[in-house]
């Protein structure tokens, strides 16, 4: 009953409605309580398998998953930063995103409006590359992304797409672009709350590259409480000058690091932009784990492909991940949201 009303084509063109212009008609708060009460009445035996999961059989998720390390990453006011370059499969990760790059970037595949932005990423690649996957289903990403997020995740199948190879150059622009646009202004994830972006540093990030940016959770709150975002009539994307009349500028942390750094951050928590004035191209590979019950209408909007994207509408769309038969179950869990 509750599948054929959520499948009805009359459910999609309201979602589609109520999502149109980032959640203008009911403002992006309402819509994300919404979305999120809707998708845990639809999902409410996965999401309650994957919480008692985490509750109760956390440290053996992860001890069948692979070794358990000193596991010291802590997300603190939304976010953390890993210089170690320690990190298990991020050479072999950092390695293979080279290969890709040289056979992928540099050139302008239809970034939509965001032209300064793309996701070179197939699922072609996803495949034939192992430290990929290998790397974001490891014990020292997923202990602190649960810890934080109190659930076992899963890696995003649509909007944001849960592994992007991210190019940012500010070539790739039209000439006539005037002023930053889309990411490049201030805003808060709300596809789901919480979820947790992690961010590799491909390549050595510098301030020519656009870093991604953001302000911690605290002051992403102080921001909102004082504009008021997230109400109806608020836009989506703010100006600088906007919120730094309501917060300092020395709260933004830049991720200009060298390659192989990593960040954690809440983009649902923490207002971020990035790609500005990309002189350097900037490559960062950057996972998106979200819960089973999104707090947006991506699930019912844009399900997984049926087949492996491996042309340029790879940018946005994605077939499932890959899942072996010997795969740990937190693996599969993390692969497939359909996975129990
Ligand atoms: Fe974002």
């Known amino acids: 009953m509750l599948g054929t009303l959520w499948n009805n084509p009359l459910t999609r063109s309201a979602a589609a409605r109520i999502e149109k ?54 997300l603190r006011d939304g976010w953390a930063v890993d210089h170690s370059k320690s990190l298990p499969h991020l050479e072999r990760l950092i390695a293979d995103a080279q290969e890709i790059i040289k056979e992928r970037g540099g050139v302008f595949r239809g970034g939509g409006e965001r032209s300064f932005f793309q996701q070179i990423l197939t699922d072609e690649h996803v495949a034939r590359y192992p430290s990929i996957l290998d790397f974001a289903t490891s014990n ?35 000439p006539d672009q005037r002023g930053y646009a889309e990411s490049q202004l201030f805003h808060r994830d709300y596809h789901d709350d919480p979820m947790v972006y992690v961010v590799v540093a491909l390549r050595d990030v510098t301030r020519q590259s656009g870093p991604f940016s953001i302000l911690p959770a605290s002051a992403s709150r102080t921001v909102t409480e004082k504009l008021r975002y997230g109400s109806r009539g608020v836009p989506y994307r703010l100006t600088d000058d906007a919120v730094y009349s309501a917060v300092d500028r020395s709260a933004l942390f830049e991720f200009a690091c060298p390659a192989g750094s990593v960040l954690f951050v809440d983009s649902s928590a923490c207002f971020h932009y990035g790609s500005r004035d990309a002189i350097i191209p900037r490559y960062l590979m950057m996972y998106a784990y979200v819960s089973v019950c999104r707090t947006d209408f991506g699930d019912l ?9 491996t042309d340029d509408s790879a940018r946005t769309r994605r077939a499932k991940y890959p899942v072996g038969p010997n795969d740990s179950r937190l693996r599969r869990l993390v692969l497939d949201r359909h996975a129990t």
Do not use: F, Q
Request: with cysteine.
């Open 21 to 74: 212009g980032h959640n203008k008609l009911l403002g992006i708060r309402r819509t994300m309580r919404l979305a999120k009460t809707l998708s845990k009445v639809r999902n409410a035996s996965a999401w309650r398998v994957r919480r008692e999961l985490y509750d109760d059989h956390v440290d053996r998720l992860l001890a069948e998953n692979g070794p358990v390390g000193s596991d010291t990453i802590e």
């Open 140 to 174: 020292a990403i997923l202990a602190p992304v649960m810890r934080y997020m109190k659930t076992v995740p899963t890696l995003s199948v649509s909007k944001p797409l849960g592994v992007r190879l991210a190019e940012s150059d500010a070539r790739l622009a039209p």
């Open 301 to 309: 909007l844009r399900p997984e492909c049926e087949r492996p994207v």
